[in-house]
Each structure stands twice: as C-alpha cells, then as structure tokens.
C-alpha cells in the first residue's frame, strides 16, 4: 500500500478512485440479481461525470477538512478533455468526487468509503430497482 496518499498526484488518486467508485456501485447492483448486460447498463448510468456530480452533492455536507482537501485536489485538476456528455463542472465534480474515493481507499479506510456511498446509493437506489 501507499505510504502516504498525499504525495500522490490527483490524476493517480482519480484513476484509483473510479475504480473503487464502480466497484461501490457493482457490489450493490449485485444485489438486484439481474443479467450481467442489465447490470452494465444500470452501472453506466450510476458512473458517469453526471451522475457522480450530483453524488457529490449529497455527500459535500458530511465530509471533513482533509477530505474536502482531497476532493478539491481532484477538482481543481488539469483536464485535457471533457466528454460531451457532462459540462466542464460536473466533470470537475466528478473527478474530485473519484480522487477522495481513491484517497480514502489509500488511507484504508474503508468504512468511511461505505458511509459516504451508503448516502449516495439510499438516493440512487431507486432509480435502478
């Protein structure tokens, strides 16, 4: 593991927490028990620059200093290209949103990985059942 996450750059943070981000919402799409191609589709619509900016929005309230500091890492970030399918915003919220997931996965914290879905998936969850 990580030494220290904090010398990681957000684009590493990022790459590591959409990872993590998807794995959140494939284990609870699990649950709903449907073909794998009907799985897909509902995680698709759950992963993306949109969706995650509205996630992050549900979350803002909970989180505390260091891991603001680790969401606006990611936010504030150079992007190369913005897909057409989000405006420049969300898909800023978006990549913070990934780079505290992959920072708090580094820190081993797991737990607080959960609570912070847990609110995103109540909200989501009804959308994909």
Known sequence: MVSNPNLLSPSTL??????????????RLCQVNRPSGVLHSMSVKLVNANAQAQAFKLIEGMLNDEEIQAFKKGRN?????????????EYHTAT???????FLFL??????IDELFSVIWEKFSGNNN
């Open 14 to 27: 990022a790459f590591l927490g959409d990872a993590v981000y998807g794995l959140e919402v494939r284990k």
């Open 77 to 89: 970030m150079h992007l190369s290209s913005i897909p057409k399918s989000s405006t420049v915003g």
């Open 96 to 102: 913070g949103l990934e780079t505290l997931f992959g």
């Open 107 to 112: 820190n081993q914290n797991s737990q607080r």
